[in-house]
Structures are given as C-alpha cells and as structure tokens.
C-alpha cells in the first residue's frame, strides 16, 4: 500500500525521459498523441501531460453516456489522468434493491478509463447521507441484518472491480453537510461504533491492491469541519483502520477563497497522519451573466490548485465533471443558475478557468525542473543497471 511513500503516476514516464536524455520540452503524452508539451508554453501541453511530469493524477467525473464516442469522451481521454464515476458505483447505482447488482455504468466508464490509460477513482462504496440511500437500506433497523447488508454490498462491488481500479472512496461524508457531527444516516444510527473501520478492513481484504479512501465534504468551508473531521481519521486510525488516503471534494460556495496558505495547511494535517490527501470534487459556481465572473473563477481555480502543489503528499485535483452544460450544481437547487463552476464550456471551449489551472501547472514544472529532483535517492548512488530491452 502506500503509506510508505507516495504513489506517483508520472515517475515512469520522467524516468524514460531522463534515461534517454531528453531534455527541454519532453514529449509527455500517452502513445497516439502528435503534442509535444513545452511548459514555458503552456499552450502546447494538456493538463494531463504537466500533471504526469509532477507526479499527480488531474481527474474529472463523468457519467456512462458521456464516456461513449464524442467530443465530451475526446475532452475526458485528453486532458484528464484520472476519472470518477460520478454516480456509476453508487449504491443507488449498483445494488438497487437487496442482492440485486447492477454494473452495467461501472463496466461502462471504468472501461472507458482502462481504454485510455486514466486512473479510476472508484465512488463510493458507503454514502452516510440518507438522501442518497436507497430506500431499502434505510428501511433496515436490524444491526445485524444492516451489516449483513453492508458486507454484502461492499465485498460484491469492491470485489467485482478488484484489479480494475486504484482506488476506492470507501466511507463518503460520515459527517453532516454543514455540522461537525456524525451525519444523521441509517449507517450511524443503526450499525455500532467501529462500522466504519470494519468496512475498511472488508473491503482491504477483498481488494489488497486498492488504495482506500475517505471522502468528505465542507472542510474548506464549514465552520469546525476540518478539525471535526481531522478527529475522525485520527480515531479510525487509531480502530486500525487500513486507509490510505483523504479526499476532500471541495465543493467551493463562492469565488472567494480558499486562502493558500491556511488551506495547504489544512491538506498537510493529512499528510502529517502519513496518508495521501487529494481534491476529488472541485467546483466553483459564478452568479449567471457577465464575464468578469470568470476571471474571478480562474484565479479561485489557481488557489485551489496551488494549495495541493504547495504540499508533498497531494496527489490529485480532480474537477466534478467536465463542461458547464453537464454540472450537478445547476440542479442543485442551491446556486441561481447556470452556475458555469467547471473548467470549459457548454461548446467544450476552454475557459479562463482552465488557462489557469493550466498555467500554474506548468509554472510548477518549470519550478520542479530548476530545482533538485523532488524523487531523488538520499542514499549513495549506485551504477544504473545496464538497458537490456
Ligand atoms: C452528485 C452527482 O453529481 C449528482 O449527479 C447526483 O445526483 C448526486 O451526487 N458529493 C459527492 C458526490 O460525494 O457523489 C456528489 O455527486 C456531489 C456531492
């Protein structure tokens, strides 16, 4: 697993560079693309390229219908190294009534990822918000009988795409939406304390390879959430819980904020735990109208993603999907609408956000290559073994 160290997606592809004595711009992306990147002109690279030379996954969500041929596919496969099932691997999703399973969207969009060398970031196998659990779950009252559930449901999932996936959100938000307390859900009020550990350690069983996850949302904005939650990973550790790493959605209220130096701070309270820490959700909403809006969002998009680049450890931005026409914001209910929160537009423009993201990425790059390698052995070096292939 990788609590000894970070797993880092783009170390191959900077280690084949450096074996061949490429130098400058380095051609980065996977097989099939004519695109050599050059970081002193962002506009040559995709997200993706610079995010591999960092080491980190660039990730966005997506459903199964957008993952099938066309330009929303053309976006995902190109710019992006990881990719979420935004509601694909629910419980809603994949058992939607008791030891009845569904993995039609699963094998769709996991598929899709394998197809174009992406990570999957496997979501969720345990919601804690009764809003998203089927009703048949919620009618359980019986602990024993809502374990037997739960073990069912995670070992059949997490089994069925062992080996396909890197990683699995197992428990997402245990917390109330906008509190600091266990979120009111059927899991909390039914199941004893140490539930949550117990579906770690099944789901380690069932997939040794996996890393595993918890996922949250607020902390960068909910009053005491962060510390709430800090408290929570700290227990489940200390229950022997076997996780890997925190994700943090950061859903974003608003174009102000988050504030760099306080956020990276918040991501390395993680990584002090020893465990990987990533943004998995990211959005921004704009009020309706107007471009000025988008110069605001792009500049919030820069300190979100340079909080994560500030800290060893974060290894992952991934948006809550890909053009502004597909958002879950706008049917939220929350934000007026269109909320415009994503990295390109309703025609699969780029948007400032996007040139942002992209320009602090690839100063990080330059940054990284001025300095000393941030994966150089400390030991003594040793002779290289001869290239044999
Ligand atoms: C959202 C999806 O985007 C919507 O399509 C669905 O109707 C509800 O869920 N936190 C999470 C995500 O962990 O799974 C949610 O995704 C957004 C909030």
Redesign the pocket.
Known sequence: MSSGGFRRVGVVGVAAALVFGVVGAVPLRPAGAAVVCDPAVPETCTLRQLADELGIRIGA?A?ADEVEPGPYADTLGREFSSLTP??AL?WYTTNPAPGVFDFDDGDAVVGFATTNAMEVRA??LV?TQDT?TPDWVKAVNDPDELAQWVAQHVVTVAGRYAGQVQRW?VI??PLATAGTALSDSVFHRVLPPGWMASVFSAVRAVDPDAELWI?E?GTDWVPGKHEAFVALVRDLLAAGAPIDGVGL?V?RPSVDGPDVAAFSQQLRDFTDLGLEVAI??LDIPIPPGGDAALLDQAQAYRRVVASCLAVPGCTEITV??VTDAN??LD?LGVFPTPTRPLLFDDGFAAKPAYDEVRAVLAEAVLARRAGPPVDAPTGPVTAAPAFTG
Do not use: P, R, V
Request: glycine residues 8%.
């Open positions: 969500s459903e935004e509601n629910k979501h969720t919601w998203y959100d997402n938000e996922n949302y959605q859903h998995t959700e809550w999907g958002t879950w049917g």
